[in-house]
Protein backbone atom coordinates (compact mmCIF):
# COMPACT_ATOMS: atom_id res chain seq x y z
CA UNK A 1 0.00 0.00 0.00
CA UNK A 2 2.27 2.57 -1.24
CA UNK A 3 1.25 6.38 0.12
CA UNK A 4 3.60 7.71 -2.83
CA UNK A 5 1.53 10.50 -5.05
CA UNK A 6 2.28 12.94 -7.69
CA UNK A 7 4.17 16.14 -6.08
CA UNK A 8 3.22 17.95 -9.18
CA UNK A 9 -0.56 17.40 -8.43
CA UNK A 10 -0.17 18.98 -4.83
CA UNK A 11 1.91 21.49 -6.62
CA UNK A 12 -1.49 22.31 -8.56
CA UNK A 13 -3.90 21.75 -6.09
CA UNK A 14 -2.05 23.15 -3.29
CA UNK A 15 -0.61 26.09 -4.35
CA UNK A 16 -2.13 27.40 -7.44
CA UNK A 17 -5.71 28.62 -5.57
CA UNK A 18 -3.22 30.64 -3.10
CA UNK A 19 -1.55 33.10 -5.69
CA UNK A 20 -4.98 34.39 -7.37
CA UNK A 21 -5.20 38.23 -8.34
CA UNK A 22 -6.52 38.62 -4.54
CA UNK A 23 -7.26 36.70 -1.39
CA UNK A 24 -9.91 37.48 0.77
CA UNK A 25 -10.04 37.45 4.56
CA UNK A 26 -12.40 38.41 7.06
CA UNK A 27 -12.06 41.72 9.20
CA UNK A 28 -12.88 41.15 12.85
CA UNK A 29 -16.54 42.39 12.85
CA UNK A 30 -18.32 43.95 16.02
CA UNK A 31 -21.04 41.79 17.05
CA UNK A 32 -23.59 45.23 16.38
CA UNK A 33 -22.51 45.41 12.93
CA UNK A 34 -25.10 43.50 10.66
CA UNK A 35 -22.58 43.82 6.85
CA UNK A 36 -19.46 41.79 7.26
CA UNK A 37 -16.32 43.47 5.81
CA UNK A 38 -14.16 42.04 3.58
CA UNK A 39 -10.71 42.68 2.94
CA UNK A 40 -8.28 42.20 -0.14
CA UNK A 41 -4.99 41.51 0.00
CA UNK A 42 -3.46 42.38 -3.03
CA UNK A 43 -0.40 40.25 -4.37
CA UNK A 44 1.75 41.88 -6.35
CA UNK A 45 2.10 40.48 -10.03
CA UNK A 46 5.74 39.86 -10.38
CA UNK A 47 5.73 37.87 -6.81
CA UNK A 48 2.96 35.40 -9.13
CA UNK A 49 4.94 35.25 -12.21
CA UNK A 50 8.04 34.55 -10.35
CA UNK A 51 5.86 31.62 -8.31
CA UNK A 52 4.92 30.44 -11.80
CA UNK A 53 8.37 30.45 -12.52
CA UNK A 54 9.74 28.81 -9.92
CA UNK A 55 6.63 25.92 -10.14
CA UNK A 56 8.11 25.20 -13.60
CA UNK A 57 11.72 24.89 -12.20
CA UNK A 58 10.15 21.94 -9.44
CA UNK A 59 8.67 20.55 -12.81
CA UNK A 60 11.92 20.36 -14.85
CA UNK A 61 13.62 19.03 -11.36
CA UNK A 62 15.78 22.04 -11.35
CA UNK A 63 15.48 22.43 -7.98
CA UNK A 64 18.36 24.61 -6.87
CA UNK A 65 16.68 27.44 -8.97
CA UNK A 66 13.37 26.59 -7.77
CA UNK A 67 14.89 27.37 -4.20
CA UNK A 68 16.52 29.95 -4.99
CA UNK A 69 13.13 31.72 -6.97
CA UNK A 70 11.17 30.75 -3.75
CA UNK A 71 13.59 32.19 -1.09
CA UNK A 72 13.36 35.80 -3.66
CA UNK A 73 9.57 35.47 -3.19
CA UNK A 74 9.34 34.77 0.93
CA UNK A 75 11.65 38.19 1.16
CA UNK A 76 9.34 40.28 -0.91
CA UNK A 77 5.84 38.47 0.49
CA UNK A 78 6.00 35.88 3.42
CA UNK A 79 2.20 35.78 3.82
CA UNK A 80 1.16 32.36 2.22
CA UNK A 81 1.91 29.41 2.78
CA UNK A 82 2.07 28.17 -1.04
CA UNK A 83 5.87 29.47 -1.47
CA UNK A 84 7.29 27.47 1.55
CA UNK A 85 5.32 24.39 0.62
CA UNK A 86 7.25 24.08 -2.90
CA UNK A 87 10.51 25.04 -0.67
CA UNK A 88 10.02 22.07 1.65
CA UNK A 89 9.03 20.11 -1.98
CA UNK A 90 12.46 21.10 -3.36
CA UNK A 91 14.49 20.54 -0.32
CA UNK A 92 12.36 17.12 -0.18
CA UNK A 93 13.45 16.06 -4.09
CA UNK A 94 17.21 17.03 -2.50
CA UNK A 95 17.60 14.56 0.16
CA UNK A 96 17.42 17.65 2.77
CA UNK A 97 14.77 16.34 4.89
CA UNK A 98 15.79 18.99 7.93
CA UNK A 99 15.50 21.98 5.22
CA UNK A 100 12.05 19.76 4.15
CA UNK A 101 11.06 20.14 7.76
CA UNK A 102 11.68 23.59 8.34
CA UNK A 103 9.72 24.73 5.76
CA UNK A 104 6.50 22.94 6.09
CA UNK A 105 6.44 24.06 9.88
CA UNK A 106 6.60 27.69 7.94
CA UNK A 107 4.04 27.05 6.11
CA UNK A 108 1.83 25.28 8.31
CA UNK A 109 2.61 28.72 10.89
CA UNK A 110 0.86 30.62 8.73
CA UNK A 111 -2.08 27.78 8.10
CA UNK A 112 -2.10 25.18 10.42
CA UNK A 113 -4.90 23.02 8.71
CA UNK A 114 -3.17 23.18 4.92
CA UNK A 115 -3.85 19.83 3.49
CA UNK A 116 -0.78 19.71 1.02
CA UNK A 117 1.61 20.50 3.75
CA UNK A 118 0.47 18.15 6.62
CA UNK A 119 0.40 15.61 4.29
CA UNK A 120 4.06 16.19 3.13
CA UNK A 121 4.57 16.43 6.89
CA UNK A 122 3.06 13.64 7.47
CA UNK A 123 4.90 11.23 4.82
CA UNK A 124 8.23 12.82 6.08
CA UNK A 125 7.29 11.85 9.92
CA UNK A 126 6.39 8.52 8.56
CA UNK A 127 9.61 7.79 6.78
CA UNK A 128 11.35 8.77 10.01
CA UNK A 129 9.30 6.63 12.21
CA UNK A 130 7.82 9.52 13.84
CA UNK A 131 4.32 8.19 13.88
CA UNK A 132 2.65 9.71 16.53
CA UNK A 133 3.75 13.10 14.50
CA UNK A 134 2.53 11.67 11.63
CA UNK A 135 -0.85 11.30 13.34
CA UNK A 136 -0.80 14.87 14.83
CA UNK A 137 -0.22 16.15 11.11
CA UNK A 138 -2.78 14.34 9.40
CA UNK A 139 -5.32 15.45 12.02
CA UNK A 140 -4.20 19.15 11.47
CA UNK A 141 -5.87 18.75 8.11
CA UNK A 142 -8.92 16.92 9.24
CA UNK A 143 -9.57 19.64 11.37
CA UNK A 144 -11.00 22.15 8.34
CA UNK A 145 -10.80 19.41 5.67
CA UNK A 146 -12.36 16.67 7.18
CA UNK A 147 -13.31 15.00 3.44
CA UNK A 148 -10.32 14.95 1.99
CA UNK A 149 -9.37 12.38 0.10
CA UNK A 150 -5.55 12.21 0.36
CA UNK A 151 -5.77 13.09 3.87
CA UNK A 152 -7.88 10.12 4.65
CA UNK A 153 -6.12 7.36 2.60
CA UNK A 154 -2.51 8.30 3.84
CA UNK A 155 -3.67 8.68 7.46
CA UNK A 156 -5.63 5.07 6.72
CA UNK A 157 -2.47 3.75 5.89
CA UNK A 158 -0.27 5.21 8.76
CA UNK A 159 -2.99 3.60 11.02
CA UNK A 160 -2.96 0.26 9.48
CA UNK A 161 0.45 -0.32 9.04
CA UNK A 162 2.58 1.51 11.38
CA UNK A 163 0.46 2.13 14.07
CA UNK A 164 -1.15 -1.23 14.52
CA UNK A 165 -4.24 1.44 15.18
CA UNK A 166 -7.32 -0.81 12.99
CA UNK A 167 -10.46 0.88 14.56
CA UNK A 168 -8.42 4.35 13.29
CA UNK A 169 -7.68 3.02 9.96
CA UNK A 170 -11.17 1.27 9.70
CA UNK A 171 -12.93 4.35 10.31
CA UNK A 172 -11.16 6.45 7.86
CA UNK A 173 -11.53 3.61 5.06
CA UNK A 174 -14.91 3.63 5.45
CA UNK A 175 -15.23 7.79 5.57
CA UNK A 176 -13.02 7.40 2.64
CA UNK A 177 -15.67 5.04 0.69
CA UNK A 178 -18.70 6.99 1.94
CA UNK A 179 -16.75 10.11 -0.51
CA UNK A 180 -15.75 8.19 -3.17
CA UNK A 181 -15.75 4.48 -4.69
CA UNK A 182 -12.30 3.25 -4.54
CA UNK A 183 -11.19 -0.72 -5.30
CA UNK A 184 -8.45 -0.57 -3.83
CA UNK A 185 -9.80 0.99 -0.42
CA UNK A 186 -12.43 -1.56 -0.47
CA UNK A 187 -9.91 -4.07 -0.80
CA UNK A 188 -7.58 -2.67 2.60
CA UNK A 189 -10.91 -2.04 3.70
CA UNK A 190 -12.38 -6.02 3.88
CA UNK A 191 -8.31 -6.94 5.04
CA UNK A 192 -8.73 -4.83 7.85
CA UNK A 193 -12.00 -6.20 8.64
CA UNK A 194 -10.39 -9.60 8.31
CA UNK A 195 -7.60 -9.39 10.98
CA UNK A 196 -9.77 -7.22 13.16
Same mark, same amino acid.
Request: net charge positive; with cysteine; charged share 25%.
Given at each position: ???????????????? !??????????????????????????? &?????????????????????????????????? &?????????????????????????????????????????????????????????????????????????????????????? !? &?? !????????????? !? &????????????????
Amino acid at each position: MPITISKNILLLCGCL !SLFSCAIETKDVVQPEQKIEKVKKIEI &DKTIILKFDQAKKYLNNKQYQSAIDLLHNIIKTD &DRFAAPFINLAIAYERLGNNKQTEKYLHKALNIDLTNVVANNELGILYRQQGRFSDARKAYENALLKHPNNLLILRNFGILCDLYL !S &DL !SCAQQLYKKYLDI !S &DNKKIKIWLLDLERRM
